[in-house]
């Protein structure tokens, strides 16, 4: 059994940074893709960020230059640095890890 922990969301004001974590437990003896998706009310869910051992962060065109997707491995833990939050990057964001676990979403609102 796989668990992944988000932490990290909260209210903020536009402009502002937020910082999620995501912390994988369980039956996991190697960590391979991990990454941070997002749902906004009425919306599908998209791809923010992930990244494979060995290969360049992929990341959403609406975010590059704002967030950043980092890992440690040994900790099995993902994060997303969150700068320049707009109000359009409210969401729940959901961790995921390969091949298809998904943490529970941690809500992210931005507004004044």
């Given at each position: 059994q796989v668990q992944l922990v988000e932490s990290g969301g909260g209210l903020v004001q536009p402009g502002g940074s937020l910082r999620l974590s995501c912390a994988a437990s369980g039956n996991i003896y190697s960590l391979g893709s991990m990454g941070w998706y997002r749902q906004a009310p009425g919306k599908q869910r998209e791809l923010v960020a992930t990244s494979t051992r060995g290969d360049s962060p992929n990341y959403a065109d609406s975010?590059?230059?704002?967030?950043t997707i980092s890992r440690d491995d040994a900790k099995k833990t993902v994060y997303l640095q969150m700068n320049?939050?707009?109000?359009?990057?409210?969401?729940?964001?959901?961790?995921?890890l390969s091949a298809n676990y998904w943490g529970q979403g941690t809500q992210v609102t931005v507004s004044s």
């Open positions: 975010v590059k230059g704002r967030f320049s939050l707009k109000p359009e990057d409210t969401a729940v964001y959901y961790c995921w």
